[in-house]
């Protein structure tokens, strides 16, 4: 069976948060999209936030960031 999981992912820093858009992704992405996050403190960032805007961190500002993914289970096929 298939699941379909909504995804944000949420950087967060002294400047504030930042909440990127909302994706649906199926089990296969997800995971995939954890492992590379685990890559997250190794260069900048960049992130399509929710408000339709893009974001580009850099290094310096990614070291003192936190990376958030929530993650919410839609439907199970």
Request: charged share 30%.
């Amino acid at each position: 069976m298939e699941a379909t999981i909504e995804v944000q992912m949420v950087l967060v820093n002294q400047y504030g948060e930042f909440r990127g858009e909302i994706m649906l992704v199926n089990e296969e992405q997800c995971v995939k999209m954890i492992e590379l996050s685990k890559e997250f403190y190794n260069s900048g960032f960049e992130l399509h936030c929710e408000d339709g805007s893009f974001m580009v961190f850099p290094p310096e500002i990614v070291k003192y960031s936190v990376l958030k993914i929530d993650r919410k289970l839609i439907e199970k096929l």
